[in-house]
């Protein structure tokens, strides 16, 4: 089963509190009320790592949003923190969409996983409407993986479309 989830963040808004005693999902309900000006999230289930898990996101970003990252200075740094470091520079800190996996840190993968680095941000760039150099892309996950590229080029409709379309 694919489940989706559209966070939509057209104004700001303060979440509400959640006391201490509260379980997750009641965190979730109030972030769900947590808007920012310009700022449009998405998420939804590729199967990355484990099948029903929402390990997949886009943040999408209004043009001309000024952003700044600070990136590890490692010797041995992963793809997308090479391929986020190019893309940043390359539009002068005004990206338009982090494309954002958990499951799979894509980390020592060698031109491999540059290339499914940079193939993610060309499909995401196609279906979000942007330039692949505008895309961030960042991965969390397990190590010494192969990045399942084809998982998430597919499930790419699925969060473009949870995007709230009265933002765009």
């Known amino acids: 089963m694919v ?26 309900l109030a972030l769900e009320n947590f808007e920012v000006a310009g700022v449009q999230l998405a998420a939804t289930e590729a199967a990355i790592c484990y099948p029903d898990r929402r390990d997949l996101v886009a943040i999408a970003l209004a043009p001309q949003t ?5 990136f590890t200075r490692n010797a041995f740094r992963a793809a997308p923190v090479l391929v986020a470091s190019d893309h940043l520079a390359a ?28 193939t993610c941000c060309e499909a995401a760039a196609v279906q979000f409407g942007v330039a692949a150099e505008e895309v961030l892309p960042f991965s969390t996950g397990v190590i010494g993986e192969d990045l ?21």
């Open 66 to 70: 000024q952003a700044v990252a600070v």
């Open 91 to 118: 539009t002068q800190g005004k990206p338009r969409l982090l494309l954002i996996n958990t499951g799979n840190a894509n980390a020592g993968t060698g031109k491999a996983g540059l290339a499914a680095t940079k």
């Open 148 to 168: 399942p590229v084809a998982r998430i080029e597919a499930s790419l409709p699925a969060l473009h479309a949870n995007l709230d379309p009265s933002d765009r």
């Open 3 to 28: 489940h989706s989830e559209r966070v939509n963040t057209g104004q700001h808004k303060a979440p509400k509190p959640v006391p201490a005693d509260r379980d997750s999902s009641e965190l979730s």
